[in-house]
């Protein structure tokens, strides 16, 4: 089985992030299609509809929200409007319809992604794993540390603990290219530095 995971364009002439749209098996109506952050309007909306994104059902059953900036966010109305897709996030804002909590399991397509509560970033800021495609989206967190230099919040060294956890093959960020090589080794160094500045014992 293999997840299909869709970058979709983002609106150029805003400033807006990397939507995510993650498709099920064709004929499958339990599957859910799922777009992980939406973006700032209803650009990517046009782009869905131009895709095959399965038989018999809805487009987008479902948005999750790595944080509630409205860079990721803001367009939850015109989604809710146009395919009554239904909301996660893991703090509560407009249009939320249920919250996240650290370790849950949530299906999206025909897999299941892992919440990892993230802060530093924002409060609410979370990643998605996925275990089947050892594929990690990322939102805002910060993954790419070069220098051990700068100061950083105790909650975001353990969050980055937290995603060394995992083996994370590919990354789906929030405002990079989708990142498929070196990801793992990008993460361990990103730890060290962290470490080196004395924010992990």
């Known amino acids: 089985m293999t997840v299909k995971i869709i970058p979709l364009l983002k609106n150029d002439k805003k400033y807006s992030c990397y939507s995510y749209l993650i498709l099920g098996d064709w004929n499958r109506i339990e599957d859910l299609n799922t ?7 209803d650009f990517v909306i046009n782009e869905i509809e131009r895709l095959s994104t399965g038989f018999g ?18 367009s939850i109305q015109a989604f809710k409007d146009k395919y009554k897709a239904r909301v996660f996030a893991f703090s509560d804002g407009p249009g939320v319809d249920e919250l996240l909590t650290d370790g849950q399991i949530v299906k999206a397509g025909d897999d299941v992604l892992e919440v990892l509560h993230t802060p530093g970033h924002s409060s609410d800021s979370i990643c998605l794993y996925s275990p089947l495609e050892k594929a990690l989206f990322s939102g805002d967190t910060r993954l790419s540390i070069t220098t051990p230099e700068g100061r950083y919040a105790p ?10 956890c995992r083996d ?11 990142k498929k090589t070196g990801c793992q080794e990008m993460i361990f160094k990103t730890l060290g530095n962290v470490k080196s500045y004395g924010h992990i014992p």
């Open 168 to 178: 994370v093959q590919r990354i789906y960020s929030g405002h990079d290219e989708p």
């Open 57 to 74: 059902k809805v487009p987008v059953a479902q948005i999750i929200l790595t944080h509630n900036h409205f860079d990721h966010a803001q």
């Open 155 to 164: 909650e975001y060294a353990e969050a980055l603990i937290k995603i060394a």
């Open 35 to 41: 777009i992980i952050d939406p973006g700032i309007d």
